[in-house]
Every structure is written in C-alpha cells, then in structure tokens.
C-alpha cells in the first residue's frame, strides 16, 4: 500500500518538469526537496533528544568549502563537496565526542550547538576578504558537468534523488537496531549504559549519517542557487528554522520534515506573494507563534498527529504510540 | 604597556557589567524554574523598542521611560511564564527552549513588521571622557555602574527578603518547598517577572550605546548563553565571573583583529572550556 503511494508519488514528481508548469514552480519543488532532506537529516538527532541548534554550522560549512575551493583554487565540486562534507562531519565530531564523553545533554548541549552555529557564521563574516562576508558570494559559473552546474531541470532530478536517498537513510537509522539503542539512550542514558550500549558510539553514528547530510544539501544549494551568503546559509537563525520545520513536521516520522518544508517554505513564499516586501517579517511572525503552539500542543508534528489518530483507530492493529513528548 | 590596549582593556570590563547584567536575569530564571529563555534577548530589544518610543518619539522624560520599560518587560516576563513554560513545564527542559526560540523568532518578526529594519537611536549624546591618555565613553561607565548596583540590589534581594528566600529556596531543592508550604507556581511567576525586569534594565544600558533594530537580540543573545552555560547555568556567582573573561576575550581580541575575529575566539574558547569543564568554571 504504502509502497505503491511511494511509487506514484515520486512518478508524479519526476513528471513535474514536463508538466508546463511555470519555473516558478519547479524552483520551489526543488527548494523543498532539498531543504527536506536538511530537515530529515536534523530529525535523526533530534528524535533521539540530541536537539542541535549547530545544523546552521554544518550547512554552512557544506556549502562554502566548496565554493571556496572552486573560486580560488579551481578545484571541481566532484571533490570540494566530499571535502566540505568531511570537515563539517570533523567539526561535528570534535564537538559529539567531548560532548557524548562528558555528557553535555539536553539544555548544554543545544546552547555548545547554537555557539557552534555562530563561530560558523562570524568566521564567514569576518574571513570578509575571502568569503565576501556579508554581502555573500558567487562561485564562477562556468555551466558543466566538471563545475557541478546545470540548468534547473537537472538540478531538480539531482534534488528529487537526494530526497529519496534521504528518506532510504531515515528508513535505515529507524529500522536499525541502532534506532533501539538509541532510543533507551534518550529515555535514560545511564541505564542505557548500563545494559551495555555503547552510548558514544550510538550517538556519534547518527550525529555523523545527519551532520552529512547537512553538509551535502548545503553544498547543492550553493551550486543550484549559485549565491552564498552567511545569513541563508549558516548561524542561529538558519539552526531555529531547521530545527521549526522538522518540529512542526514531525520529526519521529519519515515523511515529517518533509511535511515540514512544505509547509514553512509554502508559507513564507505565499506571504511574500500575497503581501510583498512591505510585510516583511511576517511569515517568521506567524512561524514563531505555530512554533510554540506545536511544542505545546502537539510536539510530535503534523505528520504524529495523523499516525496518532490513525493508529487509535479500533480495527488498526499495532501497539499504541508513545506519550506524545519530544524527549529532550 | 600600549595606551589603547590598557583602554581595551578597561572598556572590556565595562562590557563586561553589562554582560553580567544580561547574565544574572537569564541564570536566575535558569536556576529557578529550569528553564532557558532563548528569547531573553529579544524580551531586552522589546524594553529597547519601548524606551526609544516613548523617549525619542513621544519625548516622555528618558528616566519615566527606563521605569516603564523595565515593568512592561517584567510583566512580558510574566507572562512568558504564564502562556508558554506552564503549560509544557512537565515536559523535558529541551521543549521549553525551543519554545521560547518560536517566541525569539515572533519577537523579532514582529519587530521588523512594526518598526521596519531601520536603526533607531534614541539620540542622546553622552560625553566622552578623558582619563589621563585615554577615552572611556561616558555611556558605559554609566551602565557598568548600574549593572553592579543592579546585581548588587539582586543580592540582597535575594538574601534579605522572604520571597528571595524563597527563589533560593526552590533553585536548591523543588520537591521540599512543595513539602514547607511554599506555592511554587507563585514564585515561579516572581522569577519571571524579575527575569524580565533584569532584561529591561539591560535594555535601558543598551539603548544608551548601541541602535535598536529587530535583530540586536542577535547581537547579544548567543554571547549571554555562552556566558550563562560557562558559568555553569543557575550559577549566578559563575555568570558574573565569566561576563568578564569574555568581554575581555572580546574587547581585547578586537583590538589585535577585526571584531567578528574576536567572537569568534570568544565562542571557541567557550566551546573549548565547556568541553573541560562542562558544569561550568567554578566546577569543583
């Protein structure tokens, strides 16, 4: 059942490019798939209670090593992204190890993160010389396969693909017995020692699969929108509106962060259309109240609360879903 | 010794009261109700907001401002407590924090939509003194001062009256206090309101330096975590101390490089430090 909706659903989206649609349109099909696959990849931390607030950092760092790399030293993407994924993985891991050692949890770790995101960002800011700082930069275009930099259309299948290899890793880390640990983990990581998960090791998996992620899809936005700049692509407040969207999606599910993207990325384009720039600030507005009300009311997302509701169901079998709270 | 370094110097320990000041309202909100107010910035660029307005547009007298600022950001406390932290205040610390980061981004949104993006100064021109070779802006010798005559009041607020005793009390063990008659849920309320006047104390020294825009909070906010978490969070003894190590690490980092350069090493050395120590410098 569900495999066929899977089916249909990337068939009607492969079709999207040949539908004469506006490119309108397919920008922002391809803006959602990829920040989807952001969002998915914060969702494997924070479902596990490791609540970053430094994916603003590692999405900076993906996007600008490669871009600096291809400016200055004429390096091809083909080997600035691996390298761009590397460091920002490094980065996440000289700060996950200390921190999974020491267990800095909870509040500590969210505020070690957040000051992650703005070394990030201020180092860009104030490189100014190389990066440009604030004004941004673009990296040479030079339309190739060797520069990674192609029209719309292929970028969208690249997008499409990314977002399904996406939803694959999701599916692993839930299926896996990791998932288990992980889980016992977040509940209480003492006891969870105790039985004999290697709580480090657990977490430093996961902080890896999702710091990754977040890297690469940073370095397809800076190729697709051929234009960085430190304040869209790294530092707190890109962290809050990750960390908003898979919330508000549902990040204990798979499609959750994706649910997630349609709906902050649809917002903020159809205030911007409905209301132009003299209304500037209001869909972060609204953003911030549905923030809170979704932690209030329903932590577990858009996408929870329909599995929740479909799950109590009489004739649905099955256990029940957990207490809806986002562990922390 | 270089003039201008020992001038770095001194005006690090002027940014450092005003630091400690934003520190000590977030860590005894911290400390009391477990809670992190992400949004503890913004509830400061609010009193900012409220005292430009009122000052420089209304002309109300700057004082009759300050005092008006400091209860509307008390009572904006208040209510934080009351609508957002209360009704999730069973569930894990992490989800109060990101609720108050949905209350930073609609401060802040908010702001942009009311005011625009534009700087607002509130025009007020303080002199610049002249202390032997060096300059020390008037301004932040103000708001040190009343930074420490602020905690100083704090301290013996808390020492000397019983509804200081009380938040004492609670931060130290919240089972007993149920158990001595103490209505939490009233000094909770007492905290945040108190954490919001803090912040609009703060407001009314930062107006007197620095434009008001929407994203000051920005501007403040990280550097204020870092202080709180390097102190060790509810530690208001900690706060105080580490509100001086960074504005030193940054006032004295800014004068061998760029400004940016200088947070930057203030927020490695606080991700260094944490990683050491991660209860905080005065961690036995």
Request: aromatic content about 12%; proline content about 4%.
């Amino acid at each position: 059942m569900s495999r066929i909706a899977l089916g249909l659903g990337t068939a009607l989206l492969a079709a999207l490019p040949f539908l004469g649609l506006p490119g309108y349109f397919v920008h922002m099909a391809l803006l959602i798939l990829l920040w989807s696959f952001v969002y998915t990849g914060w969702s494997l931390m924070g479902r596990f209670g490791l609540v970053s607030l430094g994916h603003g950092a590692f999405l900076g760092i993906g996007a600008y090593v490669p871009a600096l790399l291809w400016n200055y030293y004429e390096l091809t993407p083909w080997v600035g992204i691996p390298i761009g994924v590397a460091l920002a993985v490094a980065v996440a891991l000289v700060i996950g190890y200390p921190s999974s050692r020491l267990r800095v949890v909870g509040h500590y770790f969210a505020l070690v993160t957040l000051a992650l995101s703005e070394v990030v960002r201020l180092g860009i800011v104030a490189a100014r010389d190389v990066t440009g700082g604030s004004l941004g930069m673009t990296p040479r275009a030079e339309p190739s396969l060797y520069a990674l930099q192609f029209d719309r259309t292929a970028f969208y299948f690249i997008a499409l693909g990314t977002w399904l290899v996406g939803l694959a890793i999701w599916r692993a880390v839930d299926r896996g017995i990791g998932a288990k640990a992980l889980d016992a983990i977040s509940e209480d990581e003492v006891a969870a020692a105790a039985v004999g998960i290697d709580v480090t090791r657990e977490k430093l998996r996961v902080t890896i699969i999702s710091t990754a992620m977040t890297g690469f899809a940073g370095a397809l936005l800076a190729q697709y929108l051929m234009y960085l700049n430190p304040e869209t692509l790294a530092g707190v407040g890109v962290s809050l509106q990750i960390v908003f969207a898979a919330i508000a999606g549902g990040m204990y599910s798979l499609l959750g962060p994706t649910v997630g993207a349609v709906l902050t990325l649809t917002l903020g384009e159809a205030l911007r259309v409905l209301f132009g720039t003299n209304f500037v600030g209001a869909a972060n507005t609204i953003y911030g109240i549905l923030l809170i009300l979704f932690i209030i009311f329903m932590p577990r997302g858009i996408v929870g609360l329909i599995e929740t509701r479909s799950r109590r169901r009489p004739d649905a079998a099955g256990s029940p879903a957990p207490a809806g709270s986002a562990r922390g | 010794m270089d003039i201008f370094l020992v001038e770095s110097i001194v005006n690090g320990i002027l940014l450092g009261g005003v630091l400690a000041l934003l520190a000590l309202g977030l860590n005894l909100v911290f400390g009391v109700i477990d809670v992190v107010w992400i949004a503890y910035a913004e509830l400061v660029m609010v009193g900012m907001y409220a005292i430009y307005w009122l000052h420089a547009f209304y002309g109300w007298p700057l004082l009759l401002a300050c005092g008006v600022a400091i209860l509307l950001v008390a009572i904006i406390g208040v209510l934080v407590h009351l609508l957002i932290i209360e009704p999730i205040l069973d569930q894990p610390p992490i989800n109060q924090l990101l609720a108050t980061g949905g209350l930073l981004f609609f401060l802040q949104s908010f702001a942009t939509l009311l005011f625009g993006t534009d700087f607002r100064n509130i025009g007020l021109k303080l002199p610049v003194l002249e202390i032997g070779d060096m300059f020390v802006s008037f301004a932040r010798l103000l708001a040190f001062a009343i930074a420490l005559i602020g905690a100083a009041g704090l301290y013996v607020f808390l020492r000397r009256t019983f509804i200081g005793t009380a938040i004492r009390a609670i931060a130290q063990d919240r089972e007993i206090m149920g158990l001595m008659g103490v209505d939490a849920r009233k000094i909770y309320l007492a905290t945040s309101g108190i954490g919001g006047g803090l912040a609009g104390l703060a407001a009314c020294l930062l107006v007197l330096q620095y434009d008001v825009h929407p994203f000051i909070g920005l501007s403040f906010g990280p550097i204020t975590f870092m202080i709180c978490v390097l102190g060790g969070l509810g530690n208001m003894i900690g706060g105080f101390l580490a509100s001086f190590i960074i504005a030193q690490i940054i006032s004295v980092g800014g004068f061998y490089a760029p400004v940016e350069f200088a947070y930057v090493l203030a927020f490695a050395f606080f991700i260094v430090l944490i990683l050491i120590r991660p209860q905080g410098i005065l961690a036995k």
